[in-house]
T-cell receptor
Framework: LAKTTQPISMDSYEGQEVNITCSHN???????ITWYQQFPSQGPRFIIQ???TKVTNEVASLFIPADRKSSTLSLPRVSLSDTAVYYC??????????FGTGTRLQVFP | DAGVTQSPTHLIKTRGQHVTLRCSPI?????VSWYQQVLGQGPQFIFQ???????GRGNFPDRFSARQFPNYSSELNVNALLLGDSALYLC?????????????FGPGTRLTVT
C-alpha cells in the first residue's frame, strides 16, 4: 500500500476555505484516494473518494493531478464543527485501510 | 437505519486478563474489520472478516483473535492483556460488492488496562 504524507496540523478561521494536501508518490495504478474525518472518541467517517481529476460532494472537493502523486482535500467555508483529524488513505477497494497520523485541523471563531 | 454498534462502550481490565469486544455491522453488510487506535495515532488494522472467513490480518500478536458469526456480527478477543493494549477499538463494516473504499465505523470500545 502506498505511504501517504500530510501536514501534522493546520489552523483556520470560520468561513475560510481549507485545503489539505497529501503526498503519495508510490501510488499504484489500481489505488483509490480516500479521505476520512475523525472527531475525538468517535470512529472515522468517510468524506470523499476519487481516482483522478476532481470529485465533489456535499461536504468537500478532492483534487487529483494527472500524475496522481498528490491530492488535495478542499473544505469550503469551514465552521467550528469541522475541527477534527483528517486522514488521507490510498489503496485498492479490497485492501485494509492504512491510516497515518492524519492532519489535525483546528478552526477558530 | 442503525449504524455499526459496538459493546461495551468502556471497559477496564487488569493485566493478564482476557477481554471480548463485540460488533454488529450495518444490516446487509457482510464485511467487518477491527482497528486499534492508540491516543494520538491513526487507527491500526487488526483483522478483516468477510462471510465468516478471515480475509486479512494486521501486525498484531497471536493474543489477538476474532471471529464472525452467521449473522455477520463479530467478536474481537484479546488474551493476556498488557498495559499497551489500552486503546480505542474500532469496528467497521462495508457493503457487499462495494466499488467504494468506504467503511462505516462504529463508536468504538475504550479499553483501559491497569
Amino acid at each position: 500500500l502506498a505511504k501517504t504524507t500530510q501536514p501534522i496540523s493546520m489552523d483556520s478561521y470560520e468561513g475560510q476555505e481549507v485545503n489539505i494536501t497529501c503526498s503519495h508518490n508510490n501510488i499504484a495504478t489500481n489505488d483509490y484516494i480516500t479521505w476520512y474525518q475523525q472527531f475525538p472518541s468517535q470512529g472515522p467517517r468517510f468524506i470523499i473518494q476519487g481516482y483522478k481529476t476532481k470529485v465533489t460532494n456535499e461536504v468537500a472537493s478532492l483534487f487529483i493531478p494527472a500524475d496522481r502523486k498528490s491530492s488535495t482535500l478542499s473544505l469550503p467555508r469551514v465552521s467550528l464543527s469541522d475541527t477534527a483529524v483528517y486522514y488521507c488513505l490510498v489503496g485498492w477497494v479490497t485492501d485494509k485501510l492504512i491510516f497515518g497520523t492524519g492532519t489535525r485541523l483546528q478552526v477558530f471563531p | 437505519d442503525a449504524g455499526v454498534t459496538q459493546s461495551p462502550t468502556h471497559l477496564i481490565k487488569t493485566r493478564g486478563q482476557h477481554v471480548t469486544l463485540r460488533c454488529s455491522p450495518i444490516s446487509g453488510h457482510k464485511s467487518v474489520s477491527w482497528y486499534q487506535q492508540v491516543l494520538g495515532q491513526g487507527p491500526q488494522f487488526i483483522f478483516q472478516y468477510y462471510e465468516k472467513e478471515e480475509r486479512g490480518r494486521g501486525n498484531f500478536p497471536d493474543r489477538f483473535s476474532a471471529r464472525q458469526f452467521p449473522n455477520y456480527s463479530s467478536e474481537l478477543n484479546v488474551n493476556a492483556l498488557l498495559l499497551g493494549d489500552s486503546a480505542l477499538y474500532l469496528c467497521a463494516s462495508s457493503p457487499p460488492d462495494s466499488a467504494s473504499y468506504e467503511q462505516y465505523f462504529g463508536p468504538g470500545t475504550r479499553l483501559t488496562v491497569t
